[in-house]
T-cell receptor, first 114, second 116 residues
Framework: SQELEQSPQSLIVQEGKNLTINCTSS?????LYWYKQKYGEGLIFLMM?????EEKSHEKITAKLDEKKQQSSLHITASQPSHAGIYLC??????????????FGQGTILTVHP | NAGVMQNPRHLVRRRGQEARLRCSPVKGHSHVYWYRQLPEEGLKFMVY????????ESGMPKERFSAEFPKEGPSILRIQQVVRGDSAAYFCASSPSRGGINYGYTFGSGTRLTVV
């Protein structure tokens, strides 16, 4: 089974609505990275979380890492068409003292209707 | 301050030809990672390199694929005798330290390889 599960797989919302994307791991997360990818383009770094309970915000996007460090959520407030894209969570499950090759979730496709 | 530069952006190869993908990391970054994104699949780790060293190639197919990161110049991912199943987007990432702890990973825009 997938080591990193994202939900939902796709999401369609009306502009102005709030939404949440979840990323659940079967292993302890030593580093959790959120990226956004436009179709056919590269990955844009959004946020990185390391500590259990950590929460970071940038503009209208907030990401949290739960206390047990096995789940992260990405919340977008008052969504805009510019938020549309594929959201990917990437995790370092190898431990903080080793190099971190990332395991990625399958992605969540977000569509925002004007 | 340039990010990770990958070229070419698009590459078309006939079956049996060689494909060379280049990656110039962020200036000052000495750690490079290659990932592959197959159609309908997620990003998968391929290889982790430091200057002149392959640290982890556990995600590389055993045959036809090789990677290098020379002392001077970009990192190169080489695919020999390409097959249709190699068609994918190949992404390069770099970091200033081992792993992404504290600094994260910067990804390039990718090279989209199409094998015809």
């Amino acid at each position: 089974s997938q080591e990193l599960e994202q939900s939902p797989q796709s999401l369609i919302v009306q502009e102005g609505k709030n939404l949440t994307i979840n990323c659940t791991s079967s292993k302890t997360l030593y580093g959790l990275y959120w990226y956004k990818q436009k179709y056919g383009e590269g990955l844009i770094f959004l946020m990185m979380l390391q500590k259990g309970g950590e929460e970071k915000s940038h503009e209208k996007i907030t990401a949290k890492l739960d206390e047990k460090k096995q789940q992260s959520s990405l919340h977008i407030t008052a969504s805009q068409p510019s938020h549309a894209g594929i959201y990917l969570c990437g995790a370092d499950t190898a431990g903080g003292t080793s190099y971190g090759k990332l395991t990625f979730g399958q992605g969540t496709i977000l569509t925002v209707h004007p | 301050n340039a990010g990770v530069m990958q070229n070419p952006r698009h590459l078309v190869r006939r079956r049996g030809q060689e494909a060379r993908l280049r990656c110039s990391p962020v200036k000052g970054h000495s750690h490079v990672y290659w990932y592959r994104q197959l159609p309908e699949e997620g990003l998968k780790f391929m290889v982790y390199l430091q200057k002149e060293n392959i640290i982890d190639e556990s995600g590389m197919p055993k045959e036809r694929f090789s990677a290098e990161f020379p002392k001077e110049g970009p990192s190169i991912l080489r695919i020999q005798q390409v097959v249709r199943g190699d068609s994918a987007a190949y992404f390069c990432a770099s970091s200033p330290s081992r792993g992404g702890i504290n600094y994260g990973y910067t990804f390039g825009s990718g090279t989209r390889l199409t094998v015809v």
